[in-house]
């Protein structure tokens, strides 16, 4: 199996910055993708930020520009760096993974970090 571990979550007052990590531990696995989600109270966990094994990104319109995932080459450990925070923002960010323990394909779930934006 895989685990994830997040942190660097925290308070920030708006306009600051965070950068959230998330290490992948286990077994004989191998990351295909990393993808950092969100979720704030009364709402759905949506997507945040994606990145390949090959480094192909893709990230929320609501974020884009502001925020950077990144990661090592076996993309076992991921960043997001979160810049020009705003309130909105506020949510607990969840790292999840798309990757294969010989065969089998599974996506397991960080236990969670979270961020408050103040204002």
């Not at 306009?15 to 759905?44: D, E, V």
């Not at 995932?69 to 993309?75: D, E, Q, T």
Request: hydrophobic share 35%; with cysteine; aromatic share 8%.
């Amino acid at each position: 199996q895989v685990q994830l571990v997040e942190s660097g979550g925290g308070l920030v007052q708006a306009g600051g910055s965070l950068r959230l990590s998330c290490a992948a531990t286990g077994n004989s696995f191998r990351i295909n993708a990393m993808a950092w989600y969100r979720q704030s109270p009364g709402k759905q966990r949506e997507l945040v930020a994606s990145i390949t094994i090959g480094g192909s990104t893709n990230y929320a319109g609501s974020v884009k520009d502001r925020f950077t995932i990144s990661g090592n080459n076996a993309k076992t450990t991921v960043y997001l760096q979160m810049n020009s925070l705003k309130p909105e923002d506020t949510a607990t960010y969840y790292c999840n993974a798309d990757a294969h323990v010989g065969n089998w394909n599974i996506r397991p779930w960080g236990q969670g970090t979270q961020v408050t934006v103040s204002s």
